[in-house]
Every structure is written in structure tokens, then in C-alpha cells.
Nanobody, 121 residues
């Protein structure tokens, strides 16, 4: 099992920056890729950024050049970050941390509870 807890959301204005954090605990040694998703009201959840164990990163076109995904380690805790710069109102959404655990010939996907980001114009 993997537990994910996000933090760092809030209300900002256009052009501001925010850092989202996600603490992964539990069976973190088997975590493969980690991702940030977001879901705006009335829209489907979309993939924002991915980081692998290599690590390599990938971003949605809408956030390239503005958002940066990164990871850190503290003991058994894996920290996933999303640095968001030049925020726009269209970035308003609930942001979710996601982790893929690969162990025992199976892949399990875990989600955090989400953190709200609101960007006012």
C-alpha cells in the first residue's frame, strides 16, 4: 500500500506562483512513475506532469515552461513537488498526486485526496 497526502494549494492571482507537495508513504520502494493530475469543474481529470524513476519528466502542453515536477526523499517518504509559475485562471482546478506501484507482478495505482488551486484574474 502507498498513502499520498497533498498540500500547498490556495487562492492566488494571475501571474503568481505556488508549490504543491505530495508525501508518499508506505511501500515507497516499489513506486515507479509519479504524476500530477488536475480536474477543473465540469471537466475530466487531465494529466499535468509525470516523473519517472530515471528520472525523466513530461508535461502537458498547457503547462510546459511554467510548471516543474520534481521528487525528493526523506527516509521512507517520497516527496513529489509541482512548482507552478505564471499561473493563469485556467489553471484553477483540484490537483491530485498519483503514484504507480509495481510489485508482485502487478501494478497498483494510488491517488491523494486532492488540493484546490484557485487563480483569480
Amino acid at each position: 500500500q502507498v498513502q499520498l497526502v497533498e498540500s500547498g494549494g490556495g487562492l492566488v492571482v494571475t501571474g503568481d506562483s505556488l508549490r504543491l507537495s505530495c508525501a508518499a508513504s508506505g511501500d515507497t520502494m516499489h513506486i515507479g512513475s509519479m504524476n500530477w493530475y488536475r480536474q477543473a469543474p465540469g471537466k475530466e481529470r487531465e494529466l499535468v506532469a509525470t516523473i519517472t524513476n530515471i528520472p525523466t519528466t513530461n508535461y502537458a502542453d498547457s503547462v510546459k515552461g511554467r510548471f516543474t515536477i520534481s521528487k525528493g526523499y526523506a527516509g521512507n517518504i517520497v516527496w513529489l513537488y509541482l512548482d507552478m509559475n505564471s499561473l493563469k485562471p485556467e489553471d484553477t482546478a483540484v490537483y491530485y498526486c498519483n503514484a504507480h506501484r509495481l510489485a508482485y507482478n502487478r501494478e497498483d495505482i494510488y491517488w491523494g485526496q486532492g488540493t484546490q488551486v484557485t487563480v483569480s484574474s
